[in-house]
């Protein structure tokens, strides 16, 4: 038995989930998220326990495979709408900087010309700094790809260490070529 597919995912206050026709549905305020169910998985919403329960119909590898992912991503619905998730961002590099325009994230990093991202609907993007992003959102799927989309506008470069990386990361400098003069 999946050791992650038998723990219960437990229900803040405040948190509404429930199962309607093949679809786990979890909503607080205006968070509102929905995960299909796959074939051979059941779950259960256990109100006076206020938990969620995951359970396989059979043992098959792809019923287990399936049993320990749903479980997964019932309690990222859940801590999604509670507390949310996000994704902070670092941008390196002389006169390199961002700043919102209205849902339009525009970024400065190099190119002749400023480029423009569109904020997705249910995306909450911030520029606390002009060198630093913080992407929040109730969907982690959808939070880290658009983190990555604006990484991928301008992505660490080896040499210098100039771009957009997340908060942290660590970026493998290579040495660059050296002059050696003629004999």
């Keep these: 038995m999946s050791r992650i597919g038998k723990k219960p ?3 803040p206050d405040g948190v ?3 199962v309607n026709g093949g679809v786990l549905v979890a909503e ?3 968070a509102h998220l929905e995960q299909p169910i796959p074939a051979g998985i059941r779950v259960r919403v256990e109100e006076e326990q206020k938990q969620v329960v995951v359970e396989r119909e059979t043992d098959s590898r792809q019923h287990r495979a399936l049993h320990g992912l ?3 991503l019932a309690a990222n619905m859940v801590k999604g709408v509670s507390e949310g998730f996000e994704k902070r961002l670092e941008i390196v590099g002389v006169g390199y900087n961002a700043k919102l325009q209205g849902k339009t ?3 400065q990093v190099g190119f002749t010309h400023p480029v423009n991202y569109p904020i997705p609907e249910g995306i909450e993007i911030q520029v606390p700094e002009p060198t630093k992003i913080v992407v929040r959102g109730a969907d982690k799927q959808k939070v880290g790809q658009v983190a990555a989309e604006i990484r991928r506008i301008k992505p660490p470069e080896p040499y210098k260490g100039k771009g957009i990386r997340y908060e942290g990361e660590v ?11 003629g004999q």
């Design 70 to 72: 749903m479980r997964a």
């Design 105 to 107: 994230l525009v970024l």
């Design 171 to 181: 970026i493998r400098r290579k040495v660059g070529k050296t002059f050696v003069s």
């Design 28 to 30: 607080k305020g205006k």
């Design 16 to 18: 509404k989930v429930s």
């Design 9 to 11: 995912v437990p229900i």
